[in-house]
């Protein structure tokens, strides 16, 4: 009996869903795995967290914007003669009015 009932219910579902959009095209999306990993460009070159880059005397590391944000975005920070990251600085406080 139960086999009847989820038969006589899941037909008219799989139909209307099979048949509903027949006239419409399906497209296929294809995603690279390289997409979903963060990554710094410079001049149309990828570079993962950690590279260093020398551009016009300055050197950049690739690593995130705001260190307070372990899983925050990836940007080139300049650093210092000791190979010590440069972070902008920040307010200390934020007003509302």
């Known amino acids: 009996m139960k ?3 989820v038969f006589a219910l899941g037909l008219p579902l799989y ?7 027949a006239n419409e095209s399906k497209a296929k999306v294809w995603i690279n795995g390289d997409s979903l990993q963060q ?6 070159k990828k570079y ?9 005397k300055l050197t950049l590391m ?8 372990p899983n925050g975005q990836l940007g080139w920070l300049k650093l210092d003669d000791k190979g010590n990251i440069i ?4 307010k200390s406080k934020i007003s509302i009015k």
């Open 15 to 21: 139909l209307v869903a099979n048949f509903a959009g």
């Open 3 to 5: 086999l009847i009932n």
């Open 62 to 69: 690739c690593t995130r914007k705001d260190k307070n944000q």
């Open 87 to 90: 972070y902008p600085t920040q």
């Open 39 to 44: 990554v710094c460009w410079y001049q149309d």
């Open 48 to 56: 993962s967290e950690g590279a260093i880059i020398e551009v016009a």
